[in-house]
């Protein structure tokens, strides 16, 4: 694959954190955490490494094929986490005033999308789960806001 020399566009690559079943009991928030910044790490480094559009290629294709098998697997769960924070969504104007709110559509079940806030000053988060996946949340979430409320 050759790039023209004037070309600009969006790199967009993946940093996949796995968990294996046996990890469920002792997995931890800051556990999950490290593995996702280990694997943010890796991938940072793995394309400074890249000395060719080649390479990159090949890098992003090879992680676009993991989760596309992670996704195919029943017995896995794959949640995908995706931020889209300090894009300047807000700012674009395609000639009928800059958006009052910016969202996604169509996300298939597990994402989890990160967008700032129009103010700038939090962040939204969208989720799309399945049914049991949101049930299995909103007991949590009962649990945590319950236990330190």
């Not at 800059?98 to 988060?125: A, C, H, Q, R």
Request: proline share 3%.
């Amino acid at each position: 694959m050759t790039t023209p020399d004037y070309s600009c566009g969006n790199f967009v690559n993946s940093a996949n954190a796995q968990f294996m079943p046996d990890d469920e009991i002792k997995i931890e928030l800051h556990h999950f955490v490290n593995r996702v910044h280990d694997a943010i790490s890796t991938t940072t480094h793995d394309c400074a490494r890249a000395s060719s559009s080649d390479d990159i290629y090949s890098m992003v294709s090879s992680k676009v094929r993991e989760v596309g098998e992670a996704l195919g697997e029943d017995s896995v769960d794959t949640f995908i986490f995706s931020c889209w924070c300090r894009f300047p969504w807000y700012e674009a104007d395609f000639g009928w005033g800059k958006p009052s709110w910016v969202s996604s559509v169509d996300v298939p079940s597990g994402i989890v999308m990160l967008m700032d806030t129009k103010d700038g000053d939090g962040i939204e988060v969208f989720l799309a789960l399945d049914e049991s996946s949101m049930l299995a949340l909103q007991q949590h979430l009962d649990k945590t806001i319950s236990s330190t409320g």
